[in-house]
């Protein structure tokens, strides 16, 4: 079994910048693909980024040119930095795991998922 903890939300403007974090607990990191998701009531859900457990990345038209992926294996984690922050990325983001280790875009892949945290961007 999987754990997996998200940190790092908040309250920002728009244009600034935020990491959250993944920390992955209960079975070996270095198996794992994790990928980033996020959701607003009354839209699907949406494929952020993904890294594979290489480390091979794999971007959302949402995230490309502004997000990057990373991930520590020594800390366990995976993070997601977000730059130039819009209104329309606020949202639940949330982290999830895939034990073929892939960095997949569609969400059920995945077979753990963290509770999510949240971003408000505002104007």
């Known amino acids: 079994q999987v754990q997996l903890v998200e940190s790092g939300g908040g309250l920002v403007q728009a244009g600034e910048s935020l990491q959250l974090s993944c920390a992955a607990s209960?079975?070996?990191?270095?198996?794992?693909?994790i990928g980033w998701f996020r959701q607003t009531p009354g839209r699907e859900r949406e494929f952020v980024a993904a890294?594979?457990?290489?480390?091979?990345?794999n971007y959302g038209s949402l995230a490309r040119g502004r997000f990057a992926i990373a991930r520590d294996h020594s800390k366990k984690t995976v993070s997601l930095q977000m730059n130039t922050l819009r209104t329309e990325d606020t949202a639940v983001y949330c982290c999830?795991?895939?034990?073929?280790?892939?960095?997949?875009?569609?969400?059920?892949?995945?077979?753990?998922w963290g509770q999510g945290t949240q971003v408000t961007v505002s104007s």
């Open positions: 999830a795991g895939d034990s073929d280790g892939s960095y997949a875009r569609l969400a059920n892949r995945y077979q753990f």
């Open positions: 890294i594979s457990r290489e480390g091979s990345r």
């Open positions: 209960g079975r070996s990191f270095r198996d794992l693909g």
